[in-house]
Nanobody
Framework: QVQLVESGGGLVQAGGSLRVSCEAS??????????MDWHRQTPGKERELGARIGSGGRTNYEDSVKGRFTISRDNAKTTVYLQMNNLTAEDTGVYYC??????????????WGHGTQVTVSS
């Protein structure tokens, strides 16, 4: 069973930086085949995709985080990272890690972490 555990959230001042991590325990060699996402839910809004990295390393970003956030992965550590720079109060929210293997394994092979809180003080 795959479990995603996020860490690294916290309180930071506007303009500061934070890195959140997500370790996928139980994924083993399948991790390198998975598409990994960071989603976030900010106050008053629905959960939205923030950043994505494919199995080949290709990345995509939501417009509001382009140029400020960087997603990366370490397949040997079965871990995905989100480096967040120049944070603003609008980045405050809960950040969720998502592992997607549905394209490889079929429907139902996706997993979510419990989320980590990021709070940016203005």
């Amino acid at each position: 069973q795959v479990q995603l555990v996020e860490s690294g959230g916290g309180l930071v001042q506007a303009g500061g930086s934070l890195r959140v991590s997500c370790e996928a325990s139980g994924a083993g060699n399948m991790f390198r085949l998975a598409r990994m996402d960071w989603h976030r839910q900010t106050p008053g809004k629905e959960r939205e995709l923030g950043a994505r990295i494919g199995s080949g390393g290709r990345t995509n970003y939501e417009d509001s985080v382009k140029g400020r956030f960087t997603i990366s992965r370490d397949n040997a550590k079965t871990t995905v990272y989100l480096q967040m720079n120049n944070l603003t109060a609008e980045d405050t929210g809960v950040y969720y890690c998502h592992l997607d293997l549905e394209r490889i394994m079929g429907p139902g092979y996706e997993y979510w972490g419990h989320g980590t809180q990021v709070t940016v003080s203005s």
